[in-house]
């Protein structure tokens, strides 16, 4: 079965120091990964996506993640955190078969703390 | 920028009502899904649809129809509301078949059932 693990449900960072918020993920095929960020009673807005290519991948707002097939994960990073970074961050895995379906993970709360 | 809108951001109904949630997407796109966000779950399809009058189910599909009449615009029926029903409800759109497209979502409608 096609799945993603977001194996924290928070994640708690002092302001200025780096940060990872960690996904793995089960897929048959080429895996197409995904990183959104939800701020409090709003939508999801897209961070960035691995398709192929290099493993290191940037995004929005100073974000980068890093794809490892051996390990099937792809985290989020930042090499700074920011106050106004905390939010619910998902992790989404495209299915294979067709139709643009994502299979997304339960999230992670990050907290970042002046 | 892709716009998604949803009609409506906060909405309180009773059990047994039928309830209609409005998409509309500004941008051509051919795809639209509807999710529902629940704590500790993460989002769940419950339908989606790649063309006018055209729909398949998610994941989540009881008790929810949907309807697609305009190639911009996306509702999500619940027949017979219920509480179990209480949940956040966000839209989605994307702009085709491939996996590697990015879905854009408006910004959720919080439903309550009474």
């Known amino acids: 079965a096609q799945s993603v693990a977001q194996p924290e449900d928070q994640v708690n960072v002092a302001e200025g120091n780096p940060l990872t918020v960690k996904c793995t993920y089960s897929v048959s095929g080429n895996p197409y990964l995904f990183w959104y960020v939800q701020y409090p009673n709003r939508g999801l807005q897209f961070l960035l996506k691995?398709?192929?290519?290099?493993?290191l991948v940037k995004g929005s707002y100073g974000f980068e993640a890093e794809f490892n097939k051996s390990q099937t994960s792809f985290h989020l990073k930042k090499p700074s955190a920011l106050v106004s970074d905390s939010a619910l961050y998902f992790c989404?895995?495209?299915?294979?078969?067709?139709?643009?379906?994502?299979?997304f993970g339960a999230g992670t709360r990050l907290a970042v703390h002046p | 920028d892709v716009k998604v809108t949803q009609s409506s951001r906060y909405l309180v109904k009773r059990t047994g009502e039928k309830v209609f949630l409005e998409c509309v997407q500004d941008?051509?796109?051919?795809?639209m899904f509807w999710y529902r966000q629940d704590p500790g779950l993460g989002l769940r399809l419950i339908y989606f649809?790649?063309?006018?009058?055209?729909?398949e189910k998610g994941d989540i599909p009881e008790g929810y129809s949907v309807s697609r009449e305009k190639k911009e615009r996306f509702s999500l029926i619940l027949e017979s509301a219920s509480t179990n029903q209480t949940s956040m409800y966000l839209c989605?759109?994307?702009?085709?078949?491939?996996?590697?497209?990015?879905?854009?979502f408006g910004p959720g409608t919080r439903l309550t059932v009474l």
């Open positions: 941008m051509d796109h051919e795809n």
């Open positions: 989404a895995v495209s299915v294979s078969g067709g139709y643009n379906k994502l299979i």
């Open positions: 989605a759109s994307s702009l085709n078949l491939e996996r590697a497209d990015t879905q854009y």
């Open positions: 649809s790649y063309d006018v009058k055209m729909k």
């Open positions: 691995y398709i192929t290519g290099d493993n």
